[in-house]
């Protein structure tokens, strides 16, 4: 990683602690910024303005107070199950983070097939999800659970497609090359900002916010949780710590989303490399590592907070009209995306 | 016509449907349809309303709503009580729009007693009457979007809504319960620069109706949510009772604050009866709306026009209703609300029968909610808006 | 003839939010703000006419009973006596005067409807906007005649009419 040469138990370490952070960083961030935060002030008030300044330590309030509850399960619930589900969806977000890079050289892992690894991982919280509503011996859970494992699966091919228009213009799956290409791209000869994808993958950026929104369950594709008719859906029967880790699930996987997205669409950690001079990876300076996943954090809160902006200004779609959204909106046109991208890749 | 008999036909042909398909569900997968509980406790019943529905996977085959969860006794209750006494309890009723309430029981118990109140005390209460028909539809514009996913209509809701509410503590000493109205008049006359703020009040309000309109009513989510849904043709609606923005929203043409002579002077101002000739939960909520901006041009007028002079009629200091029976109805937020007062010459009535709005209202959720998904259900529910205490009493 | 290109609703929904969410930003002095109070450290101030708490103003009462008769919740206790007080004039009779032992109204049965103030004859009631009396114990909200002469002092002057209103007579 850098000059020292550190044994492989090290860098283990580092890694796991590394992708703590890379996933409670965002997820605490976007929970105070946007949840507490920006969500009062369209709503007119000020949020929570109590613990800490300003409201800042509401969340290790809210973790401290959620950590101390009795752990309820109802007698008819699936014991096991019950309890495994939480972990399967939080599962997913560390093994999607895992392929992330955050700079020339901060990376996790460095998978030549990592869109791929990427989209695949990300289904598994639909099973946490699906054995949530099942196993709690709640029809309310059970209704959330079922309306989830439809939307989610549903939801998936849009965003697998909306990324096929990415590799055909990247040629690579690797998540590194794709920011290496945008940052040293250039649009019709001019390199003065590079070639960020979602200038001419627009459509594509759209349809992957879109099946974000819905692989989040975030309204307005919130039938799972649909708070005024499931009373939280899949996850009514949960409390205390098994409720946090579904919170954290939540924002943590929007975070890393967010972060996926901007590798893909903005550019990743990258800034233009001609303002500096560099043209491969190697020749990047070393001080990028530090800098790289500050300028990652800015593109994801940005991403975040237009997800969370439209979290909180639309109601929600039944689900029937969201299945039909996907089948017959979304995956047309991301097709399409992909036909214009492939004949403007041969022709250019 | 026919198209109205079609629309029968087809309900009752998919109410058939809906039963054979969960027959066919029993014979094929040994598998029954889900009876699930909607409440009593539920985010989206307003109140403690328990409804049992019938599900064939999202859909339902038959739903029967079960109130009385929040019965308190009022109409036993005003057996025992002097008529202030019962002034007092029947503000509690619709608690959204209190003084609304109190209304036709004074209009009643007035007429029994033979008395007018004056001119000036007329026009405050219809000035608070078409107060608190802002203050209970604002909630109704507000709560509508959280039963269907938005989560921001509804602050902006209260919000503006303290401004009314504001206005009644300044003139009646109580925000929700103002007890205000008096058997020949008022209880006290407004206080110096009621009239002024009123009118800044009453713009403010009409913003809000802009806002809710772009935010919520402008939504093509909301709009694929509510048109078509819950379609109750007009003569079911009569047949069934529904009054208020229920049935205007059917097409039907009824108002009873233009329709009915009565004391408060409505035949005084200018005002548009809005209807909507779908009928269905969209017609329902933009019905209501469009009442709201209604109501603030109302109370505009009537603040120009109030006569000077006392609020109080002449009345005795122990107030004796001689013996008669009286019933009076009136166009209140939530729909037709009637008071049917028995006296026998006492202190306090003998009976009095309340008829309110809602427990009609909600007589007609069997009919309407055969054959429609789960999210449908709170979507029609919102759309026809009850006030548990209505129901109850 | 085409329809002017409309905005679609859904992007001026955002707009709306995000009004909201810049006029909470802005900074007082600039006319935002958010719409609640950061209470209990600033309170917003009840209008003088606004039902918070009933005073009771001892000289005037005469334990007539019509307060308790009226209560819908029978919430107010009255008890007293008759006293013999020395006549006005030299050689006249004494007079009957009334001692209040007991005045007692319970604040957790009280609707605050405001039929005992109305009713009494002697203006020996009043209402006070003061709200924040709550306590731990239930057993605590029965206010006592001196608690209740506490209150006295809270009561506000009452506004003038607005312009129409009959002028009282006094």
């Given at each position: 990683?850098?000059?020292?040469?550190?044994?492989?138990?090290?860098?283990?370490?580092?890694?796991?602690?590394?992708?703590?952070?890379?996933?409670?960083?965002?997820?605490?961030?976007?929970v105070y910024?946007?949840?507490?935060?920006?969500?009062?002030?369209?709503?007119?008030?000020?949020?929570?303005?109590?613990?800490?300044?300003?409201?800042?330590?509401?969340?290790?309030?809210?973790?401290?107070?959620?950590?101390?509850?009795?752990?309820?399960?109802?007698?008819?619930?699936?014991?096991?199950?019950?309890?495994?589900?939480?972990?399967?969806?939080?599962?997913s977000?560390?093994?999607?983070?895992?392929?992330?890079?955050?700079?020339?050289?901060?990376?996790?892992?460095?998978?030549?097939?990592?869109?791929?690894?990427?989209?695949?991982?990300?289904?598994?919280?639909?099973?946490?999800?699906?054995?949530?509503?099942?196993?709690s011996a709640?029809?309310?859970?059970?209704?959330?659970?079922?309306?989830?494992?439809?939307?989610?699966?549903?939801?998936?091919?849009?965003?697998?497609?909306?990324?096929?228009?990415?590799?055909?213009?990247?040629?690579?799956?690797?998540?590194?090359?794709?920011?290496?290409?945008?940052?040293?791209?250039?649009?019709?000869?001019?390199?003065?900002?590079?070639?960020?994808?979602?200038?001419?993958?627009?459509?594509?950026?759209?349809?992957?916010?879109?099946?974000?929104?819905?692989?989040?369950?975030?309204?307005?594709?919130?039938?799972?949780?649909?708070?005024?008719?499931?009373?939280?859906?899949?996850?009514?029967?949960?409390?205390?710590?098994?409720?946090l880790?579904?919170?954290?699930?939540?924002?943590?996987?929007?975070?890393?989303?967010?972060?996926?997205?901007?590798?893909?669409?903005?550019?990743?950690?990258?800034?233009?490399?001609?303002?500096?001079?560099?043209?491969?990876?190697?020749?990047?300076?070393?001080?990028?590592?530090?800098?790289?996943?500050?300028?990652?954090?800015t593109?994801?809160?940005?991403?975040?907070?237009?997800?969370?902006?439209?979290?909180?200004?639309?109601?929600?779609?039944?689900?029937?009209?969201?299945?039909?959204?996907?089948?017959?909106?979304?995956?047309?046109?991301?097709l399409?995306?992909?036909?214009?991208?492939a004949i403007?890749?041969v022709?250019? | 016509?026919?198209?109205?008999?079609?629309?029968?036909?087809?309900?009752?042909?998919?109410?058939?449907?809906?039963?054979?398909?969960?027959?066919?569900?029993?014979?094929?997968?040994?598998?029954?349809?889900?009876?699930?509980?909607?409440?009593?406790?539920?985010?989206?019943?307003?109140?403690t309303?328990?409804?049992?529905?019938?599900?064939?996977?999202?859909?339902?085959?038959?739903?029967?709503?079960?109130?009385?969860?929040?019965?308190?006794?009022?109409?036993?209750?005003?057996?025992?009580?002097?008529?202030?006494?019962?002034?007092?309890?029947?503000?509690?009723?619709?608690?959204?729009?209190?003084?609304?309430?109190?209304?036709?029981?004074?209009?009643?118990?007035?007429?029994?007693?033979?008395?007018?109140?004056?001119?000036?005390?007329?026009?405050?209460?219809?000035?608070?009457?078409?107060?608190?028909?802002?203050?209970?539809?604002?909630?109704?514009?507000?709560?509508?979007?959280?039963?269907?996913?938005?989560?921001?209509?509804?602050?902006?809701?209260?919000?503006?809504?303290?401004?009314?509410?504001?206005?009644?503590?300044?003139?009646?000493?109580?925000?929700?319960?103002?007890?205000?109205?008096?058997?020949?008049?008022?209880?006290d006359?407004?206080?110096?620069?009621?009239?002024?703020?009123t009118?800044?009040?009453?713009?403010?309000?009409?913003?809000f109706?802009d806002?809710?309109?772009?935010?919520?009513?402008?939504?093509?989510?909301?709009?694929?949510?509510?048109?078509?849904?819950?379609?109750?043709?007009?003569?079911?609606a009569?047949s069934?009772?529904?009054?208020?923005?229920?049935?205007?929203?059917?097409?039907?043409?009824?108002?009873?604050?233009?329709?009915?002579?009565?004391?408060?002077?409505?035949?005084?101002?200018?005002?548009?009866?809005?209807?909507?000739?779908?009928?269905?939960?969209?017609?329902?909520?933009?019905?209501?709306?469009?009442?709201?901006?209604?109501?603030?041009?109302?109370?505009?007028?009537?603040?120009?026009?109030?006569?000077?002079?006392?609020?109080?009629a002449?009345?005795?200091?122990?107030?004796?209703v001689?013996?008669?029976?009286?019933?009076?109805?009136?166009?209140?937020?939530?729909?037709?609300?009637?008071?049917?007062?028995?006296?026998?010459?006492?202190?306090?009535?003998?009976?009095?029968?309340?008829?309110?709005?809602?427990?009609?209202?909600?007589?007609?959720?069997?009919?309407?909610?055969?054959?429609?998904?789960v999210?449908?259900?709170?979507t029609?529910?919102?759309?026809?808006?009850?006030?548990?205490?209505?129901?109850?009493? | 003839?085409?329809?002017?290109?409309?905005?679609?609703?859904?992007?001026?929904?955002?707009?709306?939010t995000?009004?909201?969410?810049?006029?909470?930003?802005?900074?007082?002095?600039?006319?935002?703000?958010?719409?609640?109070?950061?209470?209990?450290?600033?309170?917003?101030?009840?209008?003088?006419?606004?039902?918070?708490?009933?005073?009771?103003?001892?000289?005037?009462?005469?334990?007539?009973?019509?307060?308790?008769?009226?209560?819908?919740?029978?919430?107010?206790?009255?008890?007293?006596?008759?006293?013999?007080?020395?006549?006005r004039?030299?050689?006249?009779?004494?007079?009957?005067?009334?001692?209040?032992?007991?005045?007692?109204?319970?604040?957790?049965?009280?609707?605050?409807?405001?039929?005992?103030v109305?009713?009494?004859?002697?203006?020996?009631?009043?209402?006070?906007?003061?709200?924040?009396?709550?306590?731990?114990?239930?057993?605590?909200?029965?206010?006592?005649k001196?608690?209740?002469?506490?209150?006295?002092?809270?009561?506000?002057?009452?506004?003038?009419?607005?312009?129409?209103?009959?002028?009282?007579?006094?």
């Amino acid at each position: 990683m850098i000059a020292v040469d550190l044994p492989y138990w090290a860098q283990s370490l580092l890694r796991v602690l590394g992708g703590t952070v890379a996933v409670l960083l965002p997820a605490g961030t976007i929970v105070y910024l946007f949840l507490f935060k920006m969500m009062s002030f369209m709503q007119s008030r000020l949020g929570p303005m109590e613990a800490g300044p300003y409201g800042s330590m509401q969340l290790f309030a809210e973790v401290g107070k959620w950590l101390q509850k009795e752990d309820i399960q109802p007698e008819n619930a699936d014991k096991s199950v019950f309890k495994m589900a939480p972990l399967v969806v939080l599962l997913s977000t560390f093994l999607l983070v895992a392929a992330v890079p955050f700079g020339p050289d901060a990376y996790f892992t460095d998978f030549e097939a990592g869109v791929f690894y990427a989209l695949a991982v990300s289904s598994i919280s639909v099973l946490g999800i699906l054995m949530a509503g099942w196993s709690s011996a709640n029809k309310y859970s059970l209704l959330g659970g079922l309306r989830a494992a439809g939307q989610l699966i549903a939801y998936e091919l849009p965003m697998v497609l909306a990324v096929v228009g990415v590799v055909i213009q990247a040629g690579t799956m690797n998540f590194q090359g794709i920011v290496l290409q945008q940052n040293t791209g250039s649009i019709f000869g001019w390199d003065g900002i590079g070639n960020p994808y979602i200038l001419t993958q627009f459509v594509g950026f759209f349809v992957f916010m879109i099946a974000v929104q819905a692989e989040l369950t975030q309204t307005p594709f919130d039938m799972p949780i649909a708070e005024s008719e499931l009373v939280s859906g899949y996850m009514t029967e949960y409390s205390g710590f098994r409720f946090l880790m579904f919170f954290i699930a939540e924002f943590a996987t929007a975070g890393v989303f967010s972060l996926i997205a901007s590798v893909l669409f903005l550019g990743g950690w990258g800034i233009p490399f001609s303002w500096f001079g560099w043209t491969t990876a190697d020749s990047v300076d070393n001080w990028m590592n530090v800098v790289g996943p500050l300028i990652m954090i800015t593109k994801m809160m940005a991403l975040a907070f237009i997800i969370m902006w439209v979290r909180f200004s639309y109601p929600r779609f039944r689900e029937d009209q969201l299945q039909r959204f996907a089948w017959k909106v979304l995956i047309p046109v991301s097709l399409v995306n992909i036909m214009f991208t492939a004949i403007l890749k041969v022709a250019f | 016509m026919s198209d109205v008999t079609d629309l029968i036909d087809r309900q009752k042909l998919s109410y058939i449907a809906a039963q054979a398909a969960d027959a066919r569900l029993n014979v094929e997968l040994e598998t029954e349809g889900m009876t699930l509980n909607i409440g009593p406790q539920h985010p989206a019943t307003h109140g403690t309303l328990r409804i049992i529905a019938r599900l064939d996977g999202e859909q339902v085959i038959w739903a029967d709503p079960s109130a009385g969860y929040m019965h308190r006794g009022y109409e036993k209750l005003t057996e025992v009580r002097t008529y202030p006494q019962v002034n007092t309890l029947i503000n509690r009723i619709d608690w959204l729009g209190s003084f609304a309430n109190e209304v036709p029981f004074i209009l009643a118990a007035e007429q029994l007693m033979d008395i007018e109140a004056p001119a000036r005390a007329q026009w405050i209460r219809a000035i608070f009457f078409e107060l608190s028909r802002i203050a209970n539809v604002s909630l109704f514009l507000g709560d509508l979007g959280v039963q269907l996913g938005a989560i921001t209509p509804v602050f902006m809701a209260f919000r503006d809504r303290e401004y009314v509410l504001n206005l009644i503590e300044s003139a009646t000493g109580g925000r929700f319960h103002p007890n205000f109205d008096r058997i020949g008049g008022l209880k006290d006359d407004l206080p110096k620069g009621w009239i002024d703020e009123t009118k800044q009040v009453m713009k403010k309000l009409r913003n809000f109706c802009d806002e809710i309109e772009t935010l919520l009513f402008g939504n093509e989510i909301f709009q694929s949510r509510t048109r078509g849904i819950g379609v109750i043709p007009a003569n079911v609606a009569q047949s069934y009772g529904l009054s208020g923005a229920n049935l205007r929203a059917s097409g039907v043409d009824w108002d009873l604050r233009r329709d009915q002579k009565i004391a408060l002077p409505y035949d005084k101002v200018d005002f548009k009866v809005w209807t909507h000739p779908d009928g269905d939960a969209f017609a329902r909520c933009w019905v209501r709306l469009q009442e709201t901006r209604e109501a603030t041009l109302i109370v505009d007028q009537l603040l120009d026009g109030i006569p000077s002079g006392p609020v109080m009629a002449k009345v005795p200091r122990i107030i004796k209703v001689p013996e008669g029976e009286a019933y009076v109805s009136t166009e209140n937020p939530l729909g037709e609300m009637g008071y049917y007062v028995v006296s026998q010459g006492d202190l306090g009535p003998f009976r009095v029968r309340i008829r309110t709005a809602s427990f009609n209202n909600i007589s007609i959720v069997p009919w309407v909610l055969r054959g429609v998904f789960v999210p449908d259900i709170i979507t029609i529910l919102a759309s026809l808006y009850f006030i548990l205490g209505d129901i109850d009493k | 003839m085409p329809s002017k290109p409309q905005v679609p609703g859904l992007v001026k929904g955002l707009g709306v939010t995000f009004n909201t969410m810049m006029q909470t930003i802005k900074p007082k002095k600039f006319g935002g703000g958010a719409a609640t109070v950061q209470y209990p450290r600033e309170k917003e101030a009840p209008t003088a006419r606004a039902r918070g708490v009933i005073a009771l103003r001892e000289d005037n009462c005469t334990s007539c009973m019509l307060c308790a008769r009226s209560c819908p919740d029978w919430c107010i206790y009255i008890e007293g006596h008759k006293e013999l007080a020395p006549p006005r004039r030299a050689g006249g009779a004494p007079r009957k005067v009334n001692k209040l032992d007991r005045f007692d109204i319970d604040y957790a049965l009280c609707m605050y409807c405001g039929i005992c103030v109305e009713v009494c004859p002697f203006d020996a009631l009043f209402w006070s906007p003061e709200y924040e009396y709550s306590e731990p114990r239930i057993a605590d909200l029965l206010h006592d005649k001196e608690k209740l002469g506490e209150w006295m002092e809270t009561v506000p002057e009452q506004p003038e009419l607005e312009a129409g209103a009959e002028k009282k007579k006094k």
